[in-house]
């Protein structure tokens, strides 16, 4: 058995769950550089959820439009995250006409975690462009990206770009 590819994807909508901060990774990097609105983040207390809806560049996708000369894509997806027990943010405006950038999603557990194990409470971290940041305390990790929206052509026709 072989592990799976950006280049095995295909337009099947994505739906991934990670439960430790090496699944984390792997989702921060689909979520980078999507792009959301203050008005476009929850955070249901009495379900103790904190819900994103981003408009994420589809990274899974690039090289294989790349080579078939389409343009790069974008999709609507959730980025939902359980076990919220509280919200801390700095520099954030919760309005709709503030675009906010995400950077990377961590996180630090609040003590040391056995490889292979599920991470136990602790802090996830979302970077924004711009010093904007969330830091939601967890009693434990489970984090859910899931698109709900067929590809788009993305409006600039251009993969993000990050100086070096």
Not at 37 to 61: H, M, Q, S, V
Not at 73 to 83: A, G, H, I, K, W
Not at 133 to 143: F, G, K, N, S
């Amino acid at each position: 058995m072989t592990d799976a590819r950006f280049e095995d994807g295909d337009d099947a909508p994505l739906r991934l769950i990670a439960r430790d901060a090496e699944d984390l990774n792997v989702i921060s990097t689909l979520v980078q550089d999507s792009v959301l609105t203050g008005a476009d983040l929850r955070y249901i207390k009495a379900r103790r959820r904190f819900t994103l809806l981003l408009n994420r560049f589809r990274w899974e996708d690039e090289s294989r439009a790349k080579a078939s000369g389409r343009r790069v894509e974008r999709v609507r997806s959730l980025l939902d995250l359980s076990d919220v027990t509280a919200v801390a943010h700095q520099g954030l405006t919760r309005d709709s006409d503030t675009v906010l950038s995400l950077l990377s999603v961590d996180y630090t557990p609040d003590a040391p975690v056995e490889a292979g194990e599920p991470a136990g409470p602790g802090r996830v971290v979302l970077t924004f462009a711009g010093d904007g940041a969330l830091q939601l305390t967890v009693e434990c990790l489970e984090v859910e990206l899931s698109d709900v929206t067929r590809p788009y052509a993305a409006p600039s026709g251009h993969v993000p770009h990050h100086p070096d």
